[in-house]
Every structure is written in structure tokens, then in C-alpha cells.
């Protein structure tokens, strides 16, 4: 890959990062000024409370699914399936839209795998989540053929223009969005840490991917 493509990569995830980052950021700004139109500042007024503290946690949240998904740190043989979990619970909570139902202490279907595997699940449920317009499940189980499944489930499940080839590394850098350097980096990180991911099936309402050991794939 090119210096410049390297460049345009980073552009594109730091636009990702801010957009995702600015609601949570946004909505403790109009708390503090809420607290500012209180009656002469004598009193905190509780809604205004109430939202500062539920949008900086959202944004702690995001930030820390974030800094495992995309950080160096997120690779390390530290961090365990139920980290994941934990984190990734954190970050949907404040959608009522979205739920995970698996079990991160049963065994993902991968055997002896390479490092950066919770990173790259990390990655791969942030994946699940664009696939689901209207809401859902999305769930991370053993494949039964040595590889780890991540599936999303809900209404009209699907993926968006452009987001199967940059997931699957058919895409072109020149042509990558902001809404699809998600997937495209995924992609690369997978094979940077020795992974491949596949499409392993789409229906009506589902999408399955199978994440399995690039050397053995």
C-alpha cells in the first residue's frame, strides 16, 4: 500500500471516529449550557444532570471499543472474550436497538488462534452492528469447522453500498467513504494478524461471517 493510501486510510477512520464521537460529545455541551440557564446557578437542574452523565458514558463506551478495536493495545493477550463482551455491552447500551446474545466464555470455534483475536471480534461486531438499519441481535459462536461465526439478525439486515467489498478486500482505497473504511480496515487487520474473513451467508434478514485462521482457510 502506498504512503498516500496509508494517509487517505487514516483521514477516513479519523471522520469515522469523529462522527461516531460527536452525539454523545454534542449532547454534554447542551447539558452544560442547560446547567447555565438554571436559576442563577443556584441548583443543578436534573435533566440537565441526567444527560451530561448519560452521554459522557456513551462516549466512554465508544472510546473504549475504540481503543480495542483500533488501538495497538487491543491486541494483547491480556484482553479476553468476556472483556469483549463487557465493551461491546457498554457501547450498545444506550440503543435499545441493538443487542448481543452470545456467551464469551464457551469456546469460538477457533483453535490455537493468532493474536489480535479479540481485536479483530471487536471489529467484526462494530461490523454486525452497520448490517442492522432497524435494530437487532448480533452474536459471535463456534462455526463447527474451526472457525469463529458472527452473525447479525433484524429487519431488513443487509449490507450497505460498497461495505461487502471492503470487508472482503475488493475495494479499492481510491474509492473507500467514510462509511466503508470500517470494513476495509477490519480487513486488513484480520490479515495483519492473521486472519481471513468470509461471508459465509446472507438471507433475509441475517448475515453470517465466518472469521477463521488465514493459514489454515
Request: proline share 5%; with cysteine; glycine share 10%.
Amino acid at each position: 500500500m502506498h504512503d498516500q493510501d496509508c494517509v487517505k486510510l487514516i483521514e477516513l477512520m479519523a471522520s469515522k471516529v469523529c462522527h461516531d464521537l460527536i452525539s454523545p460529545i454534542g449532547a454534554v455541551s447542551n447539558g452544560v449550557e442547560f446547567l447555565e440557564d438554571a436559576s442563577g446557578g443556584e441548583g443543578m437542574d436534573a435533566e440537565a444532570v441526567n444527560l451530561i452523565a448519560f452521554s459522557a458514558g456513551q462516549a466512554a463506551a465508544k472510546l473504549k471499543l475504540f481503543r480495542l478495536a483500533y488501538g495497538a493495545g487491543g491486541a494483547d493477550a491480556s484482553i479476553k472474550p468476556e472483556d469483549v463482551h463487557k465493551i461491546f455491552a457498554d457501547y450498545i447500551g444506550g440503543d435499545k436497538r441493538i443487542k448481543q446474545d452470545w456467551d464469551p466464555h464457551a469456546p469460538l470455534g477457533l483453535t490455537d488462534p493468532p493474536p489480535g483475536l479479540c481485536k479483530i471480534l471487536a471489529c467484526l461486531l462494530l461490523v454486525m452492528i452497520d448490517t442492522l438499519p432497524k435494530g437487532g441481535t448480533v452474536k459471535a459462536f463456534d462455526g463447527g469447522d474451526g472457525s469463529l461465526h458472527v452473525q447479525s439478525m433484524g429487519e431488513h439486515a443487509s449490507f450497505r453500498e460498497g461495505y461487502k467489498a471492503a470487508l472482503t478486500g475488493a475495494a479499492k482505497p481510491e474509492s473507500l467513504e467514510p462509511k466503508t473504511i470500517h470494513p476495509y480496515l477490519t480487513h486488513v487487520m484480520a490479515g495483519h494478524y492473521g486472519y481471513s474473513i468470509h461471508v459465509f451467508d446472507t438471507q433475509e434478514n441475517s448475515i453470517l461471517l465466518s472469521l477463521r485462521n488465514a493459514s489454515l482457510s
